[in-house]
Nanobody, 129 residues
Framework: QVQVVETGGGSVQAGGSLRLSCAVSGYAIKHYCLGWFRQGPGKEREGVAIIDSDGEGDTEYLDSVKARFTISRDNDKDTLYLQMNNLQPEDTAMYYC?????????????????????WGQGTQVTVSS
């Protein structure tokens, strides 16, 4: 059974940093793309960052987080990360990790789109001004 568990959320002041982790068990992530999505209060879910499965690990970001957020992956640990710097109140949201699969709906950020069939329960990020 595939399990996807996000950790690392919390409450910070504007300008602060957090590092989200997404641990995947029961599944090898090496050959799949991975992504971070978020849903703020009263807002629709949006793609924040995505990393492809190819050797270069191509990445794409939501425009508003470029130069502040960095997505990375450790295939040996089956773990995805999101380093978030200079957090702003508008970054307040529940953050979800999504894992690629052979089946599932297509989701994308920028020019990278892939099937994301496994999702975590989310981790809350709250940024105060």
């Amino acid at each position: 059974q595939v399990q996807v568990v996000e950790t690392g959320g919390g409450s910070v002041q504007a300008g602060g940093s957090l590092r989200l982790s997404c641990a995947v068990s029961g599944y090898a992530i090496k050959h799949y793309c991975l992504g971070w999505f978020r849903q703020g209060p009263g807002k629709e879910r949006e793609g924040v960052a995505i990393i492809d499965s190819d050797g270069e690990g191509d990445t794409e970001y939501l425009d508003s987080v470029k130069a502040r957020f960095t997505i990375s992956r450790d295939n040996d640990k089956d773990t995805l990360y999101l380093q978030m710097n200079n957090l702003q109140p508008e970054d307040t949201a529940m953050y979800y990790c999504a894992v690629g699969s052979e089946r599932g709906d297509f989701y994308g950020v920028g020019r990278i789109r892939c099937r994301l069939g496994y999702w975590g329960q989310g981790t809350q990020v709250t940024v105060s001004s």
